[in-house]
């Protein structure tokens, strides 16, 4: 099977702008996870879509959205970025339930925002 | 928030030696599972142990889990520099969905 496949690989925004991450998860997995890490705070959980409609949500302003599509190929939208937005982001593919539940993760987007 | 630690920080070893990391989570959980990074890279997947489970081996890793302790260990026998990574435990809690908690990591150096 593929992988978790993350795009782009890289990006550089100014404060501001708005960005979309695009994440394709394993085939046949319906849940997709984001995840943010920086150097200050670890890993940090953003939100999970599971079959197209979010079921977790973490403790991000409201600038960070998400949505899943049919194929359930996510993609995470901030809008209005600052300095603070940068940092490297995860996506993570699993089934979606069960004490099984593995997660995969992707290889990561590293946003730079000046 | 971090839901964890991790202990050490930082592990700096020999090639040929064992490395054990240790990490402590606060809630019940579903599972634990292991991940490894590579400087900045993604997160691969190494090992899940469930609740009902008290040791895993997978390879030259062999994890622990004691849940009266919440507490878990990871150990890499018979290191080699390519194990040179950042290590994380991650906690899967019951009514979580796939939302995972994650350790703050170990960084752990093997040197040739």
């Known amino acids: 099977k593929a992988g978790v496949t993350q795009t782009p690989r890289y990006l550089i925004k100014t404060r501001g702008q708005q960005v979309t991450l695009s994440c394709s998860p394993i085939?046949?997995?319906?849940?997709v996870s984001w995840y943010q890490q920086t150097p200050g705070q670890g890993l940090q959980f953003l939100f999970e879509y599971f079959s197209e409609t979010q079921r977790n949500k973490g403790n991000f302003p409201g600038r960070f959205s998400g949505r899943q599509f049919s194929n359930s190929r996510s993609e995470m939208n901030v809008s209005t970025l600052e300095l603070g937005d940068s940092a490297l982001y995860l996506c993570?593919?699993?089934?979606?339930?069960?004490?099984?539940?593995?997660?995969?993760f992707g290889p990561g987007t590293r946003l730079t925002v000046l | 928030s971090q839901q964890g630690e991790e202990d050490p920080q930082a592990l700096s070893i020999q090639e040929g030696e064992n490395a054990t990391m240790n990490c402590s989570y606060k809630?019940?959980?579903?599972?634990l599972q292991w991940y490894r990074q590579n400087s900045g890279r993604g997160l691969v997947h190494l090992i899940l142990?469930?609740?009902?489970?008290r040791e895993k081996h997978s390879g030259r890793l062999r994890v622990t889990l004691d849940t009266s302790k919440k507490s878990s260990s990871l150990l890499i026998t018979a290191s080699r520099a390519a194990d040179t990574a950042s290590y994380f435990c991650a906690t899967l809690k019951e009514t979580s969905g796939s939302r995972l908690t994650f350790g703050e990591g170990t960084q752990l150096t093997v040197n040739p």
């Open positions: 809630t019940s959980i579903n599972n």
């Open positions: 142990i469930r609740s009902n489970e």
């Open positions: 085939s046949g997995h319906r849940s």
């Open positions: 993570a593919s699993s089934s979606g339930g069960g004490s099984y539940n593995e997660q995969f």
